[in-house]
């Protein structure tokens, strides 16, 4: 019941006329790639950068062009720090940023040393239970403490 005077008091704020030529904006037979397509072929810098929002597999068949903008474009980016520039940067792969070897070097060199940490941490929370009979929970909280203290 309450669900149909709902459904009456908008289709009396709304005429149908209005519903019926928007009715081809809320769906699309395009596929996520030619989308994706789309927006690069877009031309305009900000919509191009919209690609990124999109998973990998729907542009790499273009990265090569991606790619060439990106080198294009980069330096003058920031230069002028355009409004986009911040979202592009938090979306882009690094293996896209132009000059990305030293920068992917870099990343994988952080992960490397975040992999050792975690397991200096993992050795050391099963030395402090092997040493102290202790159950998991509670190594875990010593090691936490160790770790508070360096």
Known sequence: MMMFQVVEVFSECIPMVVIQELRKTF????TAKQYTEALFDSGEDEIMGAVFENHRTYY?????????WLG???SGWHETRPKFLEA????IPID??????????LAVADRLQMARRREERSAL?????RVLGLEKAIADAVVS????DR
Request: charge should be positive.
């Open 27 to 30: 769906y699309s037979t395009m």
């Open 60 to 68: 790499r068949e273009f990265e090569g062009e991606i790619k060439v």
């Open 72 to 74: 294009e474009n980069w």
């Open 88 to 91: 592009l940067l938090k979306r």
């Open 96 to 105: 896209l940023i132009p000059g990305s070897n030293i920068v992917s070097e």
């Open 125 to 129: 929370k099963r030395s402090v239970g």
């Open 145 to 148: 403490e160790l770790q508070k």
